[in-house]
C-alpha cells in the first residue's frame, strides 16, 4: 500500500515557475514507477510526465517538454514537478501517481496501470 500527498500548487502569472511535490509513504518508494498526471475542467485526466524507479529515466507529454522536470529523491521518499514557462492552457488539478515496477517506460503514459493516486493540488495559471 502506497499513501501519496501533493503539495506546491497555487496561482502564478503566465511565465512564471512552481514546483510540486508528492510525498510518498507505506511502502518501498524506490521500487515504484512515478508519474504526474493532470485534469482540467470538463477534460480527461491527461499524462504529464513520468519517471521510472532504477534507472531514473524520464518521459514526458509534448506539451510539457523542455519546460517541466520531473525527478525523485529516494531518501525523501518524494518526486517533484519543475514547472518553468508556465501558460494558461497548463491549469489544472494535479495528480502524482505511483505504479508497480514491472511496467516498462512504453506504458507509463497510460492511466490504467497506475495503482496508487494522490488527492490532487490545483495549479492556476493567470494570462
Known amino acids: 500500500q502506497v499513501q501519496l500527498v501533493e503539495s506546491g500548487g497555487g496561482v502564478v502569472q503566465a511565465g512564471g515557475s512552481l514546483r510540486l511535490s508528492c510525498a510518498a509513504s507505506g511502502a518501498t518508494f524506490s521500487r515504484y514507477n512515478m508519474a504526474w498526471f493532470r485534469q482540467a475542467p470538463g477534460k480527461e485526466r491527461e499524462f504529464v510526465a513520468a519517471i521510472r524507479a532504477n534507472p531514473g529515466i524520464t518521459k514526458y507529454a509534448d506539451s510539457v517538454k523542455g519546460r517541466f522536470t520531473i525527478s525523485r529523491d529516494s531518501a525523501k521518499n518524494t518526486v517533484y514537478l519543475q514547472m518553468n514557462s508556465l501558460k494558461p492552457e497548463d491549469t489544472a488539478v494535479y495528480y502524482c501517481?505511483?505504479?508497480?515496477?514491472?511496467?516498462?517506460?512504453?506504458?507509463?503514459?497510460?492511466?490504467?496501470?497506475?495503482?496508487?493516486w494522490g488527492q490532487g493540488t490545483q495549479v492556476t495559471v493567470s494570462s
Open positions: 501517481a505511483a505504479a508497480p515496477p514491472a511496467y516498462e517506460m512504453e506504458y507509463l503514459s497510460r492511466r490504467n496501470v497506475y495503482s496508487y
